[in-house]
């Protein structure tokens, strides 16, 4: 099989260039410069390299960007109170919640209490429910840089059968809906942890859109001949060849599943970047729509 690669590095670069310009001519004109706020709640390792992406990633695109970081020790209230500053903030077009968050806090009540029009991770139920109804909304940016990758890269997917691996809120369940919806039109799979019969049904995906949290979890037996393999983990395996002391792999069994595709998004390099991306867009759309207003 001639593979090739979804290189979500190469067109993140892309994109960020179309914002960076857009917001260059914006400021030109003696407009201000989009906003996006982040909050992060105590020192998860992942989450903060996360956020710190975010931060680096806005001030590249010449976004203004403020971290909020709040100790581990927070409690749910405290968190609300913060999430009110933002909600009503003019200065701020758009923020998210870093997640997880620790244990005392209740992630669905803090999701519920961000302003929808803030809403940039597509997270909150008026998002969810406008993007199910095929409404204008913020789709969630790990979902939104799947959809990117296959248009910008012309991959065929009218009538494919796409099967998801994961029903997770932030993933599975949104990329299920986006690309069975008109425009994508897939017929879609969604398989979890508890489906029945799941390599099978892996060999029929002409698309597989891997978001199932498991290191190399899919391997070479379970994937069609010329499919399409989205993977979206992201896991970092001690590794000491490495001056970082780790590597990052992905759900995918790279090694013997890329030889098999004709396309494939490499890890790191492939979605991840994309996702990033996603967002810088959701907060230039949330900034027009308020200077709409
Ligand atoms: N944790 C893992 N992915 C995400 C994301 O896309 N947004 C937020 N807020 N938290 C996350």
């Given at each position: 099989?001639?593979?090739?690669?979804?290189d979500g590095?190469a067109m993140a670069l892309q994109i960020?260039?179309?914002?960076?310009?857009?917001?260059?001519?914006?400021?030109?004109?003696?407009?201000?410069?989009?906003?996006?706020?982040?909050?992060?709640?105590?020192?998860?390792?992942?989450?903060?390299?996360?956020?710190?992406?975010?931060?680096?990633?806005?001030?590249?695109?010449?976004?203004?960007?403020?971290?909020?970081?709040?100790?581990?020790?927070?409690?749910?209230?405290?968190?609300?109170?913060?999430?009110?500053?933002?909600?009503?903030?003019?200065?701020?077009?758009?923020?998210?919640?870093?997640?997880?968050?620790?244990?005392?806090?209740?992630?669905?009540?803090?999701?519920?209490?961000?302003?929808?029009?803030?809403?940039?991770?597509?997270?909150?139920?008026?998002?969810?429910?406008?993007?199910?109804?095929?409404?204008?909304?913020?789709?969630?940016?790990?979902?939104?840089?799947?959809?990117?990758l296959?248009?910008r890269?012309?991959?065929?997917?009218?009538?494919?059968?796409?099967?998801?691996?994961?029903?997770?809120?932030?993933?599975?369940?949104?990329?299920?809906?986006?690309?069975?919806?008109?425009?994508?039109?897939?017929?879609?799979?969604?398989?979890?942890?508890?489906?029945?019969?799941?390599?099978?049904?892996?060999?029929?995906?002409?698309?597989?859109?891997?978001?199932?949290?498991?290191?190399?979890?899919?391997?070479?037996?379970?994937?069609?001949?010329?499919?399409?393999?989205?993977?979206?983990?992201?896991?970092?395996?001690?590794?000491?060849?490495?001056?970082?002391?780790?590597?990052?792999?992905?759900?995918?069994?790279?090694?013997?599943?890329?030889?098999?595709?004709?396309?494939?998004?490499?890890?790191?390099?492939?979605?991840?970047?994309l996702?990033?991306?996603?967002?810088?867009?959701?907060?230039?759309?949330?900034?027009?729509?308020?200077?709409?207003?």
């Open positions: 099989m001639n593979t090739q690669f979804l590095k960020k260039d179309e914002i960076a310009n857009e917001v260059r001519s914006l400021t030109a004109q003696g407009h201000r410069a989009p906003h996006l706020a982040a909050v992060i709640v105590g020192n998860d390792g992942a989450s903060m390299t996360y956020v710190a992406s975010k931060e680096k990633s806005s001030h590249e695109v010449g976004f203004t960007s403020s971290v909020y970081r709040m100790p581990e020790t927070t409690s749910e209230a405290q968190l609300l109170e913060t999430i009110e500053f933002l909600n009503s903030d003019p200065d701020i077009d758009g923020f998210i919640v870093q997640l997880p968050l620790p244990k005392q806090i209740n992630e669905q009540r803090i999701i519920d209490a961000i302003s929808a029009d803030k809403d940039v991770d597509g997270f909150t139920p008026v998002n969810v429910g406008r993007m199910v109804l095929g409404e204008d909304c913020f789709v969630p940016a790990t979902p939104m840089g799947i959809c990117t296959l248009k890269f012309g991959i065929e997917t009218a009538g494919k059968h796409c099967v998801v691996l994961g029903r997770s809120n932030i993933v599975g369940t949104p990329v299920a809906n986006l690309l069975s919806r008109k425009g994508f039109d897939c017929t879609v799979t969604m398989c979890h942890s508890k489906t029945k019969n799941l390599k099978e049904l892996c060999l029929q995906a002409d698309i597989l859109v891997v978001a199932i949290g498991k290191p190399e979890f899919v391997t070479a037996d379970m994937v069609k001949d010329g499919a399409v393999v989205v993977d979206v983990g992201i896991h970092r395996i001690p590794d000491e060849t490495k001056k970082s002391g780790y590597r990052i792999i992905g759900d995918v069994k790279h090694s013997e599943v890329d030889a098999k595709c004709s396309w494939v998004t490499p890890v790191p390099g492939g979605v991840g970047p996702t990033i991306v996603s967002l810088l867009q959701n907060t230039l759309k949330a900034y027009h729509k308020r200077e709409k207003k």
